[in-house]
């Protein structure tokens, strides 16, 4: 799967890509498609709040189906245990990797930077982004995206902060209007920072005539990245495509994927609150829904039943994501970069995944 298109050829890669080759009389009946990479997910099987023990679970688990690389994301919980969570995120970068799993690339701080009016599935422990605060986090090296909501007291001077240390600023779980979202996205900008929808439509109202609200200000914004989970339970495959047509380019897919995912319906937890997952779909005890238990794979193939071609799909899946966070070697099929690879059957089920060169599955294709 080259920028143009699906070619027929060949790849020859290390650690990294050696070389891409069209070949036309090349096998045809497997894909190979760069490696997904996931800018927020929580976890599955374990979750990023449990520790480096978690964060190695959930990316293993990631990784067997097709996610090479990811931001472990933190909840809103109290400060301490968000700080010990970038703590054991950082822990396991520090260690070089993970056997059999997708590469952890940083954290994503999802709050406790939210509005408490907006918080979805989240735990009431919000805080405003002091300066302490943010200092604080941005001392522990390790976050590269972060959520704030910009109607909270300190947002935009945080964001600013944040933009200045290379995280993409995210706009989410918020109650603020079309022009307070608006002014912090052009104050980013301004700064040279990197801005996202946290889970477009989610946790932020909906867009109307007379009151666009936060998705109207996001979409309309000439540079800002869109996270969609695409789980066709957290957003309508209309609202994606509005999405693909507004942003073109700039949408990428994310799991957004709690403890659950990958284990089945049943009981389960959300920093620290009940959840059952019943028919795929994760709610809290009132009917919230409670994160996703979806997997790249999956979105692919929703992206794809949506109408989206294979190869802009695909770049939702891994250029659009690398490029929101600052990743430059990785997401293309380009010699150089990091050899992370999907390799799927027509039907677009994985078959193979390779992290920096090596297999995450024991069959080979």
């Known amino acids: 799967m080259l920028p143009g298109g699906v070619v027929p050829g060949e790849v020859h890669f290390g650690h ?19 490696g997904f990479v996931d800018t927020h997910v929580h976890g599955g099987g374990g979750d990023t709040m449990d520790g480096p023990d978690g964060v190695r679970t959930l990316a293993r688990l ?18 301490e245990k968000v700080l010990a969570a970038l703590a054991g995120v950082r822990e396991v970068m520090d260690a070089g990797g993970i056997a059999g799993g997708a590469d952890v690339a940083g954290a994503h701080l999802e709050g406790p930077f939210i509005s408490p009016g907006r918080l979805g599935a989240q735990p ?10 943010v200092a604080e986090v941005l ?15 300190g947002a935009e001077e945080a964001a600013l902060s944040f933009a200045r240390a290379g995280v993409r600023v995210g706009v989410g779980h918020t109650r603020a209007d079309a022009g307070t ?4 996205l052009e104050a ?26 936060p998705p109207g200000a996001l979409l309309a914004d000439p540079h800002a990245y869109q996270e969609v989970i695409l789980d066709l339970i957290h957003v309508h495959p209309t609202s ?3 999405a693909h047509a507004a942003a073109p380019g700039r949408v990428l897919l994310v799991t957004d994927a709690m403890r659950a995912a990958g284990l089945g319906d049943g009981p389960s937890e959300l920093g620290g609150q009940p959840v059952t997952v019943r028919g795929g779909k994760a709610t809290l005890a009132d009917g919230t829904i409670a994160g996703s238990v979806l997997t790249l794979d999956v979105a692919l193939r929703n992206a794809v039943q ?8 695909s770049r939702m899946l891994s250029a659009a994501p690398a490029a929101s966070v600052g990743l430059t070697d990785r997401g293309r099929l380009e010699p150089g970069l990091r050899a992370d690879l999907t390799v799927l059957d027509r039907d677009l089920n994985v078959l193979q995944v390779y992290v920096a060169g090596q297999p995450v599955l024991e069959e080979q294709p």
């Open 188 to 213: 980013v900008h301004a700064a040279g920072g990197q801005t996202c929808a946290t889970h477009l439509f989610n946790a932020m109202g909906g867009i109307e005539g007379r009151d666009p609200g």
């Open 16 to 34: 990294t890509l050696d070389a891409v080759t069209p070949i036309a009389e090349a096998p045809q009946d497997v894909l190979i498609l760069p």
């Open 181 to 184: 979202v608006t002014a912090l």
């Open 306 to 313: 949506s109408g989206i071609p294979l190869p802009e799909a």
């Open 62 to 79: 990631h990784a067997r189906h097709g996610t090479t690389t990811l931001l472990p994301t933190t909840i809103t919980n109290p400060w």
């Open 124 to 133: 009431p422990n919000t805080v405003p982004p002091t300066p302490d605060r």
């Open 139 to 153: 001392g522990a090296g390790v976050v590269r995206a972060v959520t704030l909501a910009p109607e909270v007291p």
């Open 240 to 242: 994606f495509r509005l």
